[in-house]
């Protein structure tokens, strides 16, 4: 007897009919085991990238760029390719994704600032799109290819073509990235003094925002598997994994090699319109991201994908399946099992337990950044696990919902803390409808019905042993599997009651950094006992930007027929956290000609890049002004024919001595001096007699301190004195 009809007696003697047994037979060969494996779990045992990793690495100029896959609506990170420069312009070429892409409606970001444009950037043959924004209007470019281009921007080709033993690195009709979706871009320095703030990266960070990749719906007739130009985009969950293992550069699964119809119940599932708490709804499960292909094994390249729609891969013989994140009702009752036994647990290893998750997700409000959720606490877990905190954190990078985010938390926090577990058990054969991921009812006689409930199959593997003794071929089928303890109410969900209310402040857009605060301007003058040394001392308030580093200045002589840029000193740097008493930043320069005018401008360092500069010009005598203190008189003493007149200078650093005038009426104009300048220091007396006079005479005396450079106090008050007789 032939081993098909031994499997079909077997199995027609165990009550399954002789359809489904010679069915069994005729793919005997093919059975195997069938076992889901925890995406949540190999996600928190071993680290992944998020977002903003993945980001980081594209956005590296490289001449192999990574293969990559954008899916559904989100930013895409370019990857510079080529960058050719000529002249004062760089001929670019970014790639956005490794395959075509649908992209209507592009958004594109500069270094996280939006660019806005006006023009066309898919007409490759014409003049495409220009900047529109302020900081780049008349410094940008652009074309954009879908994947359908047939050749370069024509522009390129006309303004920089290759040429043999000639520019060999400019552009041929060739370099079309043909099957890619790629920008092109003409980029423009532009003036230095708004260089940096306009290329704080060179190249700059490329990303592009819109709907990505074409994906097959086998729910469609018109949608053919092998033919890419008949499929939609869509961010359905379980059409993009679907995808991503029929179209990864790694090993493709065939159809042959996938179980469809779990993809496409999946799918309708992740269609599911759910409600939210604000009155709206949203879909079930949506994917949104970049995956590379940066792993070993096409599984743990998808892994996070499948894990942000709350999914698990299933293998189920030679196939691989998905099992959705949605309940599945029981598919069989198990009432009896085969064999001599099986092993219970109701309890996991410590160091696998969890009872708190930290949730971070895809974030759209956030620039496609990864945001996180507030802890949870897995209701009951703590008490249950003696109070001891085990926190967990779970990325789910291509979840662009927060919403979502939270649906797959709780699922994934409760399918974890599942710990009642049958293993090592005979199913009979009327169960060979469940694989992984499907439910079964147990329902044991007494005593094993301390056992009932409803389980979630983890692993089933078909298998066959003979039924009578030598001699005799017949065949029974068993099914060892192992299952967990499953509940209905891990799925369910009340926004009203269970949705967080999500509010995290967020400025998409790169700001400018901040300039520094108007430039004031006073003497900060050196004496070095015997000269002074002019110079300027010049405060502003600080920059209102974050992570400032530092300032800085230069000066220049004021010259108003100059371009903007000539003539500068060195840059100076000012610490980012240097204040004077009136909390403003200051600096001082060195000596400067006392006959001199100057331009003087400063701009803040951050973190972020640099700011414009701020200016200011034509500082000069009153920045040079040395403010002196005028004498006072001590004693003025007449006598016949003279006056005998004794002073005393101030304390300014900066007198040199003391010049006395007089007059006959008390007015500073109608004054003379009297004789020679008397050199004196500050804080010291001196004395002068005026004679000559007549008897009865009265006179008016003023005193002014002078320093150096010319400079002069104001006259002190007038002090008389009349002669005597």
């Known amino acids: 007897m032939g081993i098909e009809t031994a499997i079909v007696g077997g199995l027609m003697s165990a009550g399954v009919g002789y359809g489904t047994a010679s069915f069994i037979a005729g793919a005997a060969v093919n059975l195997g085991v069938s076992y889901l494996a925890s995406t949540a779990i190999r996600a928190i045992s071993g680290g992944q990238q998020d977002a903003q990793d993945v980001s980081r690495q594209l956005s590296q100029p490289d001449p192999h760029p990574a293969y990559r896959h954008a899916l559904g609506l989100t930013r895409a990170t370019g990857t510079p390719v080529a960058m050719p420069v000529r002249t ?71 303004n920089v073509p290759w040429a043999v033993d000639g520019d060999e690195d400019l552009w041929k009709a060739s370099d079309r990235w043909e099957g890619r979706t790629v920008i092109w871009m003409r980029l423009e320095a532009g003036a230095s003094e708004e260089f940096n703030l306009r290329w704080p990266s060179v190249p700059p960070l490329v990303e592009v925002e819109g709907q990505w990749s074409f994906v097959w719906d086998p729910r469609d007739p018109a949608q053919d598997p092998d033919d890419e130009s008949t499929w939609q985009w869509s961010d359905n969950h379980a059409l993009c994994v679907l995808d991503a293992l029929r179209r990864n550069p790694m090993r493709q699964y065939r159809a042959l090699n996938l179980h469809l119809q779990s993809f496409i119940d999946a799918a309708n599932a992740s269609d599911e319109t759910i409600q939210t708490a604000d009155g709206g709804s949203e879909p079930r499960y949506r994917a949104a991201g970049t995956l590379t292909y940066d792993r070993p094994e096409i599984e743990d390249v998808v892994n996070p994908l499948v894990l942000s729609g709350a999914a698990n891969l299933v293998r189920i013989g030679g196939q691989l399946a998905i099992a959705p994140g949605v309940w599945q009702p029981p598919a069989a009752t198990v009432d009896d099992v085969l064999g001599e036994g099986f092993t219970f647990s109701d309890m996991v290893p410590g160091a696998d337990l969890v009872n708190e998750l930290r949730v971070e997700y895809l974030s759209p409000a956030r620039g496609y950044e990864m945001a996180s959720l507030q802890p949870w606490p897995i209701p009951g ?20 919902s927060a919403t979502q985010g939270m649906r797959v938390r709780k699922i994934e926090g409760l399918r974890m803390r599942r710990q009642d577990r049958i293993e090592g058990v005979q199913l009979p054969p009327e169960c060979f409808d469940l694989v992984a991921g499907s439910t079964a009812n147990v329902a044991f006689p007494e005593p094993y019905d301390v056992f009932d409930g409803t389980y979630e199959i983890e692993t089933i593997h078909p298998a066959f042993r003979p039924m009578g003794g030598e001699g005799d071929d017949a065949m029974a089928m068993v099914m060892p599997a192992a299952m967990v303890l499953h509940s209905e109410a891990i799925y369910e969900w009340s926004a009203a009651e269970e949705e967080e209310i999500v509010t995290e402040p967020y400025d998409g857009d790169r700001g400018e950094v901040q300039l520094p605060g108007p430039i004031t301007v006073s003497a900060a003058n050196l004496d070095t006992g015997d000269t002074v040394l002019p110079r300027l001392r010049f405060a502003f308030d600080p920059s209102l930007s974050s992570g400032v580093d530092a300032y800085e200045w230069q000066i220049r002589e004021y010259d108003p027929g100059q371009t903007a840029e000539a003539g500068w000193s060195e840059r100076r740097i000012i610490s980012g956290d240097v204040r004077d008493d009136s909390d403003q930043v200051y600096g001082i320069t060195d000596a400067l000609s006392s006959s001199g005018v100057y331009d003087i401008r400063v701009r803040t360092v951050a973190a972020a890049g640099k700011s414009r500069y701020r200016t200011v010009e034509g500082v000069a005598a009153e920045g040079l002004t040395i403010t002196l203190t005028a004498p006072t008189f001590i004693q003025v003493t007449p006598s016949a024919n003279s006056v005998y007149l004794e002073f005393a200078t101030s304390n300014d650093p900066e007198t040199r001595g003391v010049e006395i005038w007089g007059a006959d009426t008390d007015s500073e104009a109608a004054a003379t001096q009297l004789g020679d300048p008397i050199y004196i220091g500050s804080n010291r007396s001196a004395s002068l007699t005026e004679g000559g006079l007549n008897n009865g005479q009265t006179r008016y005396y003023f005193a002014r301190s002078f320093g150096p450079f010319g400079s002069t106090s104001p006259f002190s008050d007038s002090a008389s004195a009349t002669t005597t007789s």
């Not at 023009?119 to 008349?138: H, R, V, W």
């Not at 003696?386 to 979840?399: M, Q, R, T, W």
Request: aromatic fraction near 14%; charged fraction near 25%.
């Open 88 to 158: 004062r312009f760089i001929w670019g070429c970014w790639i956005l994704n490794s395959r075509p892409s649908k992209l209507t409606d592009p958004v594109i970001y500069f270094d996280k600032r939006r660019l806005d444009f006006t023009g066309d950037p898919f007409d490759l043959q014409g003049e495409g799109a220009k900047a529109a924004s302020d900081l780049f209007e008349n410094h940008v470019e652009m074309w954009i290819g879908r994947g359908d281009q047939g050749a370069p921007p024509q522009f390129f080709l006309d």
């Open 381 to 400: 877990a703590r008490e249950q696990d003696g109070g001891i905190a085990a926190p967990k954190k779970l990325s789910l990078p291509f979840c662009p």
